[in-house]
């Protein structure tokens, strides 16, 4: 007999999201600060630019990118 795969969300924004059952897309606040924020253990996450940030009257691309390294 087989179980049923239990869902799997593929793009959430909810950062309480339990380990294995999803993927975060973190915001910005996270991107940009990430020493501010501890992920779970298990968890699963993406981070990038989404392209209507880049709309902003702020918005630096280095910031971005050295948050990233």
């Known amino acids: 007999m087989q179980h049923p795969t239990p869902p799997f969300d593929f793009h959430t924004h909810r950062l309480d999201t339990p380990p294995g059952t999803g993927i975060v897309s973190l915001p910005r606040r996270i991107v940009l600060h990430p020493e501010a924020w501890h992920p779970q253990v298990g968890g699963l996450y993406a981070a990038g630019i989404h392209p209507w940030w880049t709309a902003d009257a ?12």
Do not use: H, N, P, W
């Open 58 to 69: 702020d918005f630096q691309l280095d910031r971005y990118l050295s948050s990233f390294s």
